[in-house]
């Protein structure tokens, strides 16, 4: 009897087995998965980057704040979007930390206008996928329809208009998963559902710029105003956007996953959020693989980034010529963007770590 049932239980695994890889390859996993063509054709070398060595890294201490995903500068003080919904700021020698906003739910870019306004954008603000107005007393959100996943966004005060990125189709309240899950998600759906879009302060008037985005990310109005440079994750790419008729002109096409996007002394930053890897490229005409994949458990898809890996980021001007091309070797962190004060490059990172990282300036 004890060989019979040990028998069964042997016979049972790969029936399981069985099943469960039936279950990868024919579950719906619930979003759209799509193939692609890479783009290798690299405006810089992946062997290129001027690489300082991590130790030049210093650092401000942000505990028990985590994750300053996106960074400004106002008034001679840095404010940061953290987890949790807040916004903080503290002075650039540290001192001063406070938290200015909270929401409790997921700030990912904001701007500040001239008047100390802060515009953000929240993926979960209360539960909805917001673009909101913060005065420093009262949070208003904005009367914006149809928007999954509110990213960056970008004032363009003298006109009185708004640029937003609505980066996905998939939504993080919709799935019930953090902005990191949702993020993993698309890379390996590539959706191309990201679209930029325009909101006139005055009128209310809501329009659509440009869309097909593989996932649509940092945004920087360029400095005649009349065009933006917007952050595709992973197609690799930074375009320049008409605002008049939105045509798309692919500027530059990158070694890595563009993220936020900022004006520099000259030129513009990008951090690229990861080194491109062949290996997901060589997932593009495989879509039943990846809806497999996407069948696993959220967990291993969001498994988090390399501790070890290289911060990269980049500087380029608006005829896309690469005016720098950086790395920090084995930092500890993945950096989302740069941004530039008169003597330092401050570090936007979604690695969890409680400490905003800089460089000084040569």
Known sequence: MKQHRKRAVLLCIPAILL???CYLFLHDPGVPVNTWIPDENFNVSES??????SSVLLSLDIAPYKNPETIRLYDGWLYAAVEG????RLRQDGSGL???LHTGGSILGFDITSDG???????DYEGIPSVCRFDGDTVVRLPIEG???PDAICADEENGLLYFSDASVLSPVTLSMNPQE???????AHTASGAIISYDLQTGIQRTIADGFCFANGLSLTSSKDALLVNETYGSHIWKIGLSDGTKELLLTVPGYPDNLHSAEEGYWSGLAGAYSFTYAGFSDHPLLRKAILNLPSSILSSGTSKD????FIRFDETGSVLEYRAVEDAGFTTTGIVETDDRLYFETISGIDKIYYLEKD
């Not at 290129?48 to 060595?53: E, H, K, V």
Request: with cysteine.
């Open 309 to 312: 890996a290289d911060v990269l």
């Open 98 to 100: 406070t938290s200015v």
């Open 147 to 149: 928007i999954a996943y």
């Open 85 to 88: 919904g807040d916004i903080i």
């Open 19 to 21: 099943i469960y890889i």
């Open 182 to 188: 949702t993020y993993m998600i698309d890379m390996m």
């Open 48 to 53: 290129d980057p001027d690489s300082p060595d």
């Open 117 to 123: 306004t802060i515009w953000f954008c929240a993926c």
